[in-house]
């Protein structure tokens, strides 16, 4: 078989799968919802004052633009987000799954974090992960061109220090590098931000 026709095949393979997952997603959406908060109420009743609490969370968002923290990965269309957290203690599991909204795959986002120093004036989180973000692409075989996906591959990686000044304003950075698994890809990449938090104002 041709170079050209197994690679097209195996990007055909992963998008059958692909919206496989998304079906099944789509079909059970309540369902899913269920299980998250029957989960979490039954994680929250089984702890104790002497146990390191476990947690499972999710959260199903619309947007109408598909914005991403690094323009590259921005899909600027609507699109569909999937959250979900479980984890123990300092650790969790935070996957990040997006569609757009006619169905076909944006991103898929595995997030590990971990918090290093959890203090009264000082936190200090850090994260992994390996991320699949989807592109639709145009390619010609004998003539005739065929509109395919492809998958680009990248691991990244965060930091997040957060320094408490008061009870009132947190001062932190949010740091997130990134290293694409394919030639083709942006190699070395990074964001840096500041951020400022305010809680606990009283408005009269």
Not at 24 to 47: D, E, H, R, Y
Request: charged letters at 15%; glycine letters at 8%; a positive charge.
């Amino acid at each position: 078989m041709p170079l050209k026709c197994l690679f097209i095949s195996i990007i055909n393979a992963e998008i059958c799968i692909l919206f496989l997952l998304f079906s099944f997603l789509m079909k059970n959406i309540f369902i899913l919802v269920l299980i998250t908060f029957s989960i979490g109420s039954s994680l929250a009743q089984k702890t104790d004052s002497t146990q390191t609490p476990s947690f499972f969370k999710g959260q199903i968002t619309a947007t109408n633009n598909g914005v991403s923290l690094i323009p590259n990965f921005s899909l600027n269309k609507p699109a569909l987000l999937f959250d979900l957290s479980i984890g123990k203690g300092k650790l969790s599991f935070d996957p990040m799954i997006r569609f757009a909204l006619n169905g076909k795959p944006w991103a898929f986002v595995f997030w590990w974090r971990y918090k290093l120093i959890s203090g009264k004036k000082f936190n200090m989180g850090l994260g992994a992960h390996p991320a699949f973000m989807f592109r639709t692409e145009n390619i010609s075989t004998g003539g005739i061109t065929k509109e395919v996906m492809t998958t680009q591959r990248y691991v990244a990686w965060e930091a997040s220090p957060t320094f408490r000044m008061n009870q009132n304003v947190s001062l932190g950075l949010y740091y997130i590098g990134s290293h694409g698994l394919a030639k083709d890809l942006i190699q070395w990449g990074s964001f840096v931000a500041a951020r400022a938090m305010l809680s606990n104002f009283v408005f009269k």
